[in-house]
């Protein structure tokens, strides 16, 4: 069975001003129940008649609608535009980018890089044959 729409729906916003407190309730008439201090009909008779909320030192209470939907459909429109390069292989030129970005980038970036490469290439718990490096430490 389908839920209801929240077309028209509203709560009641308490806000006590003393406290710095503020309470939702589904109907008023809750809201009397749980404080009996408050009249249901004074209170249903000021939010009613011009929507005026009931405000005193010790309490504001005024009617609020249900958003269920966006209030305009300009802040939820996104576009989002792809950054996208054509090219042929042989014409794209990535090698000399890519050089460039890898020489501007910090000695250790680059060997981490490395090995990370290495490490994807590797089986696993195959080691990498270090008999061709030679071990160069890299001051930071």
Wanted: aromatic share 8%.
């Amino acid at each position: 069975m389908p839920s209801p729409q929240l077309k028209n729906k509203r709560i009641v916003l308490i806000h006590w001003k003393k406290q710095q407190e503020t309470e939702v309730f589904s109907n008023l008439k809750n809201f009397c129940i749980s404080y009996p201090d408050y009249n249901y009909n004074t209170l249903n008779n000021y939010l009613s008649k011009e929507k005026i909320p009931y405000d005193n030192e010790q309490i504001r209470v005024e009617r609020k609608e249900i958003i269920s939907k966006p209030k305009s459909a300009m802040q939820t429109q996104r576009t989002i535009v792809p950054v996208v390069r054509k090219v042929k292989m042989k014409e794209a030129g990535d090698e000399i980018r890519d050089l460039k970005y890898w020489l501007s980038q910090p000695v250790a970036k680059r060997g981490e890089a490395v090995t990370f490469l290495i490490s994807q290439m590797l089986k696993k718990g195959e080691r990498m044959d270090k008999t061709k490096l030679t071990k160069i430490r890299i001051a930071k």
